[in-house]
């Protein structure tokens, strides 16, 4: 009989995400088993249960994901996990707390490929991150660092708690973030004021920048948004908007709203979990490979278009 294919979740949080459970059931795993409360001290035991207990054949049809909603603690788990194998128990690994990597992922992607619509990335941009001390905002910024912008976080909680998120994002996966105050409505007009890109990347539900705040924006050129929930993150972008022109945007911005960024996401979380099952070799996948993949999948859907 063939051993089935085994995807163990852990997540330091009180349970896994349903939706993460539900990708991976649809990704082809025939048993998903999921942990809850499991911390850094853990991870190297049950990785070790998890790869022993099914020899070298097995191994290939076993994945560990984890999960929970603290973006450099899942980095370093996921690190941990990869330290704790021996050859050749060696399984394919892949970290997206509060599907963060892969919605960061798919966001950054969506604004480099608006960008090059005018025939320019993201390098030497100038980024603003609202709700930048959160996972999604935290790895979109260290994404768009690497290919070059100059990024800020900013927090409505003030200057400090902003610049303290910059510093160990960056510290940790070796980019430069800058941290700016978002604390009231001066603040974010100031930071506004010379963004080329806004990625909104606050609580569901809270808008960040209003009508008003975007005659602010006067070098804007594209402002994406992951809230779904009303009212808009960004005012003037729709859930549905693809890099449509942004009502009310003196600087003609485009805008990209959150089920835009969703599908992306979807795709990307849903190719990186098939790659991990169907891998030849074992894989750890990250925020890199998600980038990667997000930029893979929308140059394949505007090939489609153009056919």
């Known amino acids: 009989m063939e051993r089935p294919y085994i995807l163990h979740m852990f997540t330091p949080g009180r349970q896994m995400s349903p939706f993460d459970i539900n990708m991976a059931a649809d990704a082809g795993y025939q048993m998903v088993v999921p942990y809850a409360d499991v911390g850094a001290d853990a991870i190297v035991a049950l990785t070790q249960d998890t ?6 054949k097995g191994v290939a049809r076993t994945g560990i994901f984890i999960g929970g909603r603290d973006a450099l603690l899942a980095a370093d788990m996921l690190a941990a ?14 970290a997206d707390p509060s599907g963060a990597y892969t919605t960061a992922a798919a966001m950054v992607a969506c604004v480099e490929a608006a960008l090059l619509r005018d025939g320019g990335g993201l390098a030497g941009r100038r980024v603003l991150v609202l709700g930048g001390t959160g996972p999604v905002g935290r790895i979109a910024g260290v994404i768009a ?20 998120a910059a510093h160990e994002t960056g510290q940790r996966f070796g980019v430069t973030l800058h941290g700016v105050s978002g604390g009231d409505t001066a603040a974010v007009r100031h930071s506004l004021a010379d963004a080329e890109v806004l990625l909104a990347c606050a609580a569901a ?17 594209v402002a994406a948004d992951v809230n779904a929930v009303p009212p808009a993150g960004v005012a003037g972008v729709g859930v549905m908007d693809d890099a449509v022109p942004l009502a009310g945007s003196a600087a003609g911005a485009l805008g ?13 979380q849903h190719r990186l979990l098939l ?9 750890m996948l990250g925020f890199d490979e998600a980038f990667a993949t997000a930029r893979d999948f929308l140059v394949e859907r505007a090939a489609g278009k153009a056919a």
Do not use: C, H, W
């Open 51 to 56: 790869i022993f207990s099914r020899g070298p």
């Open 81 to 94: 996990s990869r330290a704790a194998m021996v050859k050749p128990f060696v399984v394919s690994l892949m």
């Open 145 to 164: 660092a690497r290919q070059g912008a100059r990024v800020a976080l900013s927090s409505r909680m003030g200057i400090d708690i902003a610049e303290q």
């Open 205 to 221: 539900g809270r808008q960040v920048v209003s009508a008003e705040d975007l005659g602010f924006a006067k070098a804007l050129r």
């Open 256 to 268: 990209i709203g959150a089920l835009a960024v969703g599908n992306v996401k979807y795709q990307t």
């Open 275 to 283: 790659r991990m099952r169907e891998a030849g070799t074992p894989v």
